[in-house]
């Protein structure tokens, strides 16, 4: 108890209770196919394989990394609908840079593989940083400026090929969607854990992070104390905007090609991540471990009912209360 | 006499550890203009409060007519007959006179608003007040004082209210408006209303009303016919006689000016405010709600952006508008309302500590933990703040151990020039002495201070010298000596 754990919440039941939900949620999906390995329906337990695991990682790895980039935003009590517009704003750029289908625009061809990482970066970075002006400097709601982007960025992704896709991407720009490492590590889970880590580390050992917490805490207080809010607003959005272009590009070079359509409603399954880990939508509350296994808590009931051969729209139906329990119960709890 | 419409007896509430009310009473008698006066935090609010059924008071007895009564929902009271008019005005400016009169209590024909009712309703209720307002007009496009009528018919449309109470009624009206609203009051008045009337200006007491209650310190501490009393007697009613000698002021400021404000105004509430503020000093700025106190603080601090005049610390001017500006030149502002701009309620004891001080205990932005929880240490330990650990959420603690966080939060970067705004609210006896120790000694080691508060016995007792204000303006200043508690509520009303 001596130690000091700042702008974060003391030690509580509530910490742990995301990851008693998850392995509850493991322990379930299994103990159901191992009746069925029981009833001989199956040969083996496919759920409990490294393979499955991998899987699951590979599925969560877009929406994983769109969930950090929505922690912050979430945290500074704010939100951010345009991440999955911008992410395919990014992927779409990414491609014209990495693409053998010429003409698509007017620069398209392949380059060499930095040109179109950097080009989805900068693109996620800007979107993010249009967004972060509109909320910090002219005080509109979060929600109405990220909306404005989620249409504007869906518009100039079609914009730029005039509404057609992009494919036959170059091989070195598609190693970050197929590519493995040491043959085993999807490169999409690599990027995750990589995202996880640099995000941990600026939320909880750089000024700024505890700076989120503040300004999402009380913006007035925060204010008072001296903190540029407006600046910590700014870069919470182009965190969260940058974060949308790594996945655009996870998600295009997994898919081979840049859809005009990609990466629709991907922010609902962001903020259910976030919601689902514990954070708060009136701020100041929040942490990413917890962002973690709400992507997992995602990805697993994916991938379980998918295992189970659960038709797709109970699944719809399933998520749905799951997201608005996980809410109650938190919300219960904190009273 | 006859027995009164209301009488209150012996009325107690504590809020959490805080007596706000410990001996209210209140009688008023129908066709009588009643005043309630008290500075800020008296009570008056309370019992206000407990007679509209807001709150349920801890002892004590409320009767109407003889019968005693206990309300514990605003409904109640209503139906009760006390009805008020908002102090703010709170009508919905796009709906019209007439929707805003019965709002909630709309006629209803098959579940539509019977809108013909409605309007004649409202029309026989304007015109039997004799209020020549249209009940169709939109409210937003009347007149500040109409919109004030419009409330008063609202208060009086549940049924025939017998106890009407007015909260500042005036504050938003102009010279003449006050003069109709005058009429009207005394018009109810004569109808064999009962009117509780809620000022802080004592001309108006003197104008309006028959009888006065005065509270203090959640006491009823005088009542009588207003016939009877004097301006002068009524403000010693108002302040008390004893001074309590608790206060620990000791040190002799140098001449050496730290904080200049030169014609600051910041419009509407701040206009051509100067003044100097010497190492050392405490200077207390005295003013009623209203006054422009606490915007005189915001925009001195850079919260607000300064219209026109300059404000500069130890010789340099700030940037207006611009707090990091003035958190660089050593100032620090602990602000009046704790909760709302203070603290980051949700997060830990530490987290609030540490939040002033990360800018100066990073490398590359990585926070320095270990200066960081040192730093918390110091502060836990240097204020007396009684908390379990640093890890408690702030929001669970006392209201004077929350002051004292805020306090630790701002000195943790060595200001040089503190603004404090109402240190000791909400704050209890044994803290608010650890306060003064601690305003005390700051003001002993060079720093200087700028406090502002409605405590009398708190202003007097702490300051070098004494700023009042008045409409925005400096009103007068007193040296420590030379002013009274009658000195500076005379020159603040």
């Known amino acids: 108890m001596a130690t000091t754990r700042t702008l974060k919440q003391p030690f509580s039941l509530k910490r742990y209770g995301i990851v008693v939900a998850f392995l509850g949620l493991c322990a379930l999906v299994s103990l159901i196919c191992q009746i069925r390995v029981m009833q001989g329906v199956w040969p083996v337990n496919v759920f409990l394989t490294v393979n499955n695991l991998m899987l ?52 398209s061809g392949v380059y060499f593989v930095a040109i179109p990482v950097l080009a989805a970066l900068a693109t996620g970075a800007l979107c993010g940083a249009a967004n972060g002006f509109i909320v910090s400097r002219f005080r509109i709601q979060p929600f109405i400026a990220t909306l404005g982007m989620l249409l504007a960025a869906r518009g100039m992704t079609m914009a730029v090929t005039g509404g057609n896709p992009i494919s036959a991407l170059s091989p070195e720009f598609r190693w970050f969607g197929t590519g493995r490492l040491f043959d085993v590590i999807p490169i999409p889970v690599v990027i995750l854990a990589i995202v996880f880590v640099l995000a941990w580390v600026l939320l909880n050992k750089t000024v700024f992070g505890r700076y989120v917490y503040a300004v999402g805490g009380n913006e007035k207080s925060a204010r008072t104390s001296g903190i540029n809010t407006t600046s910590v607003l700014m870069w ?42 514990g954070a708060s939508l009136s701020g100041g509350v929040g942490r990413l471990s917890g962002t973690f296994f709400g992507a997992l808590i995602i990805g697993v009931m994916n991938n379980g009912l998918d295992i189970l051969g659960v038709e797709s729209f109970y699944q719809l139906i399933i998520k749905g209360a799951l997201i608005v329990l996980a809410v109650i119960f938190d919300s219960r709890r904190q009273a | 006499m006859s027995t009164p419409l209301l009488s209150m007896r012996g009325i107690t509430k504590r809020f959490g550890g805080v007596h706000a009310l410990r001996d209210g009473n209140l009688t008023l008698r129908r066709g009588e203009v009643h005043a309630l006066c008290g500075g800020n935090g008296a009570g008056k609010s309370t019992i206000l409060g407990i007679l509209m059924g807001f709150h349920k008071p801890d002892s004590g007895t409320i009767e109407i007519d003889g019968a005693p009564v206990h309300f514990t929902t605003p409904t109640q009271a209503l139906n009760a007959g006390i009805a008020i008019v908002q102090q703010e005005l709170s009508g919905v400016p796009q709906l019209s006179v007439a929707e805003n009169i019965y709002l909630g209590a709309e006629p209803r024909h098959r579940g539509f608003i019977d809108f013909e009712t409605l309007n004649r309703n409202a029309a026989e209720l304007l015109d039997r007040l004799g209020f020549d307002i249209d009940p169709k007009a939109t409210l937003g496009d009347l007149a500040v004082a109409t919109q004030q009528l419009v409330e008063i018919a609202k208060a009086l449309s549940h049924g ?39 000022t802080h200006r004592l001309q108006e007491v003197f104008t309006i009303a028959d009888a006065y209650t005065v509270f203090k310190d959640g006491e009823t501490v ?28 000791e040190n002799v400021p140098s001449e050496k000016p730290l904080l200049e404000v030169r014609g600051v105004t910041r419009a509407p509430r701040v206009k051509d405010i100067s003044f100097r503020l010497h ?35 130890a010789g ?83 209201g004077g151990n929350q002051q004292k966080v805020v306090l630790g939060r701002c000195t943790a970067v060595d200001p040089r020039v503190m603004l404090l705004d109402e240190p000791t609210r909400g704050v209890d006896v044994g803290a608010k002495k650890e306060i003064y120790r601690f305003i005390s000694d700051f003001a002993s080691k060079n720093g200087a201070v700028l406090m502002v508060s409605s405590d009398l016995e ?33 020159a603040a009303v």
């Open chain 1, 236 to 277: 919470v959005y182009i965190v969260a905007g940058f974060l949308s272009g790594v996945a655009g590009i996870i998600l295009t070079a997994k898919t081979g090609s840049a859809q005009t359509a990609a990466g629709t409603a991907y922010e609902l399954d962001a903020i259910a991540a976030v919601v689902i880990g």
């Open chain 2, 160 to 198: 025939d209210s017998d106890v009407l109470i007015f909260d500042e009624p005036t504050s938003a009206l102009g010279e003449k408006d006050v003069q109709r609203l005058f009429e009207v009051i005394r018009e109810l008045a004569a109808a064999g209303k009962g009117i509780v009337y809620v």
């Open chain 2, 316 to 398: 340099k001017p700030l940037a207006p508008g611009n707090v990091d500006d003035a958190i660089r030149a050593g100032l620090t502002y602990v602000t009046e309302d704790r909760a709302r701009s203070g603290l980051v309620l949700g997060a830990s004891v530490g987290a609030n500590l540490a939040l002033s001080k990360l800018r100066f205990i990073n490398r590359f932005g990585f926070v320095d933990e270990r200066a960081e929880r040192d730093g918390i240490a110091t502060a836990i330990e240097q204020m007396n703040i009684k908390t379990p650990g640093p890890d408690q959420i702030v929001s669970f603690l006392s």
């Open chain 1, 56 to 107: 699951i990682l590979h599925q969560i790895s877009v929406n994983g990394i769109l969930a950090v980039g929505m922690t912050f935003v979430v945290i500074s009590a704010g939100i951010d609908l345009s991440v999955g517009s911008v992410l395919a704003f990014a992927g779409m750029m990414a491609a014209s840079f990495a693409t053998r289908s010429t003409g698509v625009t007017p620069w």
């Open chain 2, 458 to 490: 708190e202003i007097l007792g702490m300051s070098d010298r004494i700023l009042v204000l008045r409409d925005g303006k400096v009103a007068c200043e007193f040296p420590r000596a030379g002013a009274t508690q009658k000195d500076l509520m005379m």
């Open chain 2, 222 to 249: 005088d009542e009588g016919r207003v016939a009877d009393i004097t301006r002068e007697g009524l403000i010693e009613s108002m302040i008390g006689g004893a001074i309590e000698g608790e206060f620990v002021k």
């Open chain 2, 279 to 313: 190492a050392g000093e405490i200077l207390g700025i005295y003013g009623l709600v209203g006054s422009g106190r606490s915007e005189l603080l915001d925009t001195v601090y850079g919260l607000e952006t300064a219209q026109s005049g300059s404000i500069a610390v």
